[in-house]
């Protein structure tokens, strides 16, 4: 029996690999990528560590070539999802009592494999089945994945050391328990790091964990599922169960055994998952944690001293990076009068230059939405502002299902703070512009503040120092992310805990150890060494 103290040292964030023309890595790549594009996959359910073909099957398609099938994916029926939460129930003994340096060690370990032997093969199926370019591939599916395996064992290791102080003839200990039962984990289309993260770090932490991935992304899920698998899962520690939403939460919402959930997704549909727990709260066999990042309508406050160019540099990476499909993504800006000449002209001469297609062409910067549902939904947007007399088209505006779901990246100036197109989340790459006098500055914050129900992420940008300090005051509560002279996206793993407040979720921060603490449950021992005999205190004599 190993009775050491195990030691994790600090991790070190995962370099960005360049990919540059001419590398042996590019090269690699590109033939990974060429395997995905000339095959087909069959993508079973993993409950229980088995596999699981129940003959209603859905595709995964290409969403830049949406014609081409990569994969075929059997989803659950009320039968299965019944099994995952037999098995999580059944796995949770033995898993719950292993050591946390054991635990720790399998993810560990899958960080390792995914930087190291398959590194492209993960890059490739990102750029597949996601459609993002071979950058956003690596900082999303390699880099950030493999920084929360390696800072969330990291942070269980702080977490653990944090013991009581103990009293003469006493000795406290604080017991850092699962909670009792399983964790729901719903995880979103747009980032494979966050597919990967939220059933993962309850899993860590001793619980065990029924996945449901977006069914636009089953494809890189499954593969995340087979890398964990590889790296020593135990069999029913992480069921892996695609489906129908409203069924699967039917059953597991209500089921008395619900723990947690861990989501990340659309507002209405976080919402709607906490008025069923509310309606079942009597129900359940302790009250079930809820974590939870939804939508965003995240902003750039530009003052007049800032930089026209650096400006403009983060609103086309900010707003149109991955097709603004981020969370994160820049989708409203305020930009004052005096600088609106050049930031305007400058938009529209670095788009000029903006390549849109395929992503294994590498000089592409712009890539497909996910899926039809979006692109109609996004070009809804478009449309309606084409048709508004508030609304002015700056660049692109136009969008092409007929092989992929291509949309330009489209920048809109509005004449009112308050239009919809400033206050709704449309999660595609579109750009709403409001232009303000220079002298409303304070006003415009203020308007900022108050316009969107979200409170995700938000960027300033200033020279001016006390310019900076009014905004950090005034706009203190409509980001949990906040950004000075930066785009509003991009937050990595131990350096900016990601999360915001209002509409936008808990605010409980993936990425440090504010997350891990809500898949725990403490018990305090107190030992008295030597107890009293006599009940009597010495005030009474």
């Given at each position: 029996m190993?009775?050491?103290?195990?030691?994790?040292?600090?991790?070190?964030?995962?370099?960005?690999?360049?990919?540059?023309?001419?590398?042996?890595?590019?090269?690699?790549?590109?033939?990974?990528?060429?395997?995905?594009?000339?095959?087909?996959?069959?993508?079973?359910?993993?409950?229980?560590?088995?596999?699981?073909?129940?003959?209603?099957?859905?595709?995964?398609?290409?969403?830049?070539d949406?014609k081409?099938?990569?994969?075929?994916?059997?989803?659950?029926?009320?039968?299965?999802?019944?099994?995952?939460?037999?098995?999580?129930?059944?796995?949770?003994?033995?898993?719950?009592?292993?050591?946390?340096?054991?635990?720790?060690?399998?993810?560990?370990?899958?960080?390792?494999?995914?930087?190291?032997?398959?590194?492209?093969?993960?890059?490739?199926?990102?750029?597949?089945?996601?459609?993002?370019?071979?950058?956003?591939a690596?900082?999303?599916?390699?880099?950030?994945?493999?920084?929360f395996?390696?800072?969330?064992?990291?942070?269980?290791?702080?977490?653990?050391?944090?013991?009581?102080?103990?009293?003469?003839?006493?000795?406290?200990?604080?017991?850092?328990?699962?909670?009792?039962?399983?964790?729901?984990?719903?995880t979103?289309?747009?980032?494979?790091?966050?597919?990967?993260?939220l059933?993962t770090?309850?899993?860590?932490?001793?619980?065990?964990?029924?996945?449901?991935?977006?069914?636009?992304?089953?494809?890189?899920?499954?593969?995340?599922?087979?890398?964990?698998?590889?790296?020593?899962?135990?069999?029913?520690?992480?069921?892996?169960?695609?489906?129908?939403?409203?069924?699967?939460?039917?059953?597991?919402?209500?089921?008395?055994?619900?723990?947690?959930?861990?989501?990340?997704?659309?507002?209405?549909?976080?919402?709607s998952?906490?008025?069923?727990?509310?309606?079942?709260?009597?129900?359940?066999?302790?009250y079930?944690?809820?974590?939870?990042?939804?939508?965003?309508?995240?902003?750039?406050?530009?003052?007049?001293?800032?930089?026209?160019?650096?400006?403009?540099?983060?609103?086309?990476?900010?707003?149109?990076?991955?097709?603004?499909?981020?969370c994160?993504?820049?989708?409203?800006?305020?930009?004052?009068?005096?600088?609106?000449?050049?930031?305007?002209?400058?938009?529209?001469?670095?788009?000029?230059?903006v390549?849109?297609?395929?992503?294994?062409?590498?000089?592409?910067?712009?890539?497909?939405?996910?899926d039809?549902?979006?692109?109609?939904?996004?070009?809804?947007?478009?449309n309606?502002?084409k048709?508004?007399?508030?609304?002015?088209?700056?660049?692109?505006?136009?969008?092409?299902?007929?092989?992929g779901?291509?949309?330009?990246?489209?920048?809109?100036?509005?004449?009112?703070?308050?239009?919809?197109?400033?206050?709704?989340?449309?999660?595609?790459?579109?750009?709403?512009i409001?232009?303000?006098?220079?002298?409303?500055?304070?006003?415009?914050?203020?308007?900022?503040?108050?316009?969107?129900?979200?409170?995700?992420?938000?960027?300033?940008?200033?020279?001016?120092?006390?310019?900076?300090?009014?905004?950090?005051?005034?706009?203190?509560?409509?980001?949990?992310?906040?950004?000075?002279?930066?785009?509003?996206?991009?937050?990595?793993?131990?350096?900016?805990?990601?999360?915001?407040?209002?509409?936008?979720?808990?605010?409980?921060?993936?990425?440090?150890?504010?997350?891990?603490?809500?898949?725990?449950?403490?018990?305090?021992?107190?030992?008295?060494?030597?107890?009293?005999?006599?009940?009597?205190?010495?005030?009474?004599?």
């Open positions: 190993f009775s050491g103290i195990p030691h994790i040292k600090k991790p070190q964030n995962e370099p960005i690999h360049d990919y540059v023309a001419g590398s042996a890595e590019r090269e690699d790549l590109s033939k990974e990528l060429e395997k995905i594009y000339s095959s087909q996959i069959e993508i079973p359910l993993i409950i229980g560590g088995k596999e699981i073909f129940t003959g209603k099957t859905s595709k995964c398609v290409l969403p830049h949406h081409k099938v990569i994969g075929i994916y059997h989803e659950a029926t009320e039968k299965e999802i019944e099994l995952a939460v037999s098995e999580a129930k059944k796995a949770w003994k033995s898993w719950s009592e292993i050591s946390w340096d054991e635990r720790a060690a399998i993810f560990m370990k899958a960080a390792d494999i995914l930087t190291g032997p398959k590194r492209n093969f993960f890059n490739a199926v990102a750029m597949a089945d996601l459609s993002k370019s071979v950058f956003q690596e900082i999303d599916i390699v880099c950030e994945l493999a920084d395996f390696r800072f969330n064992a990291y942070f269980m290791q702080e977490i653990i050391s944090t013991q009581p102080e103990s009293a003469p003839g006493t000795f406290n200990k604080l017991d850092y328990r699962p909670l009792e039962g399983f964790v729901f984990a719903v979103p289309f747009n980032f494979a790091s966050i597919a990967g993260n059933p770090s309850p899993a860590m932490l001793g619980n065990t964990v029924i996945w449901k991935p977006a069914s636009s992304a089953v494809y890189s899920s499954y593969q995340l599922m087979k890398l964990l698998v590889e790296a020593g899962l135990p069999e029913g520690v992480i069921n892996f169960v695609p489906g129908p939403g409203r069924t699967m939460g039917e059953i597991i919402l209500k089921n008395p055994n619900l723990a947690g959930i861990h989501f990340t997704g659309s507002t209405p549909t976080f919402q998952m906490w008025k069923t727990v509310g309606d079942n709260i009597a129900s359940y066999r302790s079930p944690r809820i974590v939870g990042e939804t939508g965003g309508k995240d902003f750039v406050f530009v003052h007049k001293s800032s930089d026209a160019q650096e400006v403009v540099t983060a609103l086309i990476r900010g707003a149109f990076e991955f097709q603004g499909q981020k994160s993504a820049a989708s409203r800006a305020y930009i004052p009068a005096s600088l609106w000449t050049d930031v305007k002209a400058g938009l529209i001469k670095d788009l000029s230059r390549k849109m297609g395929d992503p294994k062409d590498f000089t592409n910067f712009v890539n497909a939405v996910i039809e549902s979006s692109f109609n939904k996004i070009m809804e947007y478009v309606r502002a048709e508004d007399s508030e609304c002015t088209i700056i660049s692109g505006g136009k969008g092409d299902s007929s092989k779901y291509f949309i330009e990246p489209t920048v809109v100036e509005v004449s009112n703070p308050g239009h919809l197109l400033m206050n709704e989340e449309i999660f595609g790459p579109v750009l709403t409001f232009v303000y006098q220079d002298d409303h500055y304070v006003q415009t914050l203020e308007i900022c503040d108050q316009t969107s129900p979200y409170a995700l992420t938000g960027s300033i940008f200033a020279k001016d120092k006390e310019a900076r300090l009014t905004a950090v005051s005034k706009l203190r509560h409509c980001a949990g992310n906040f950004y000075i002279n930066d785009k509003p996206t991009g937050a990595v793993v131990n350096q900016q805990p990601f999360g915001g407040g209002r509409a936008s979720g808990t605010n409980d921060k993936a990425g440090s150890t504010y997350n891990l603490t809500r898949w725990i449950s403490l018990r305090n021992i107190k030992e008295n060494f030597v107890p009293p005999r006599n009940f009597e205190y010495p005030f009474m004599k």
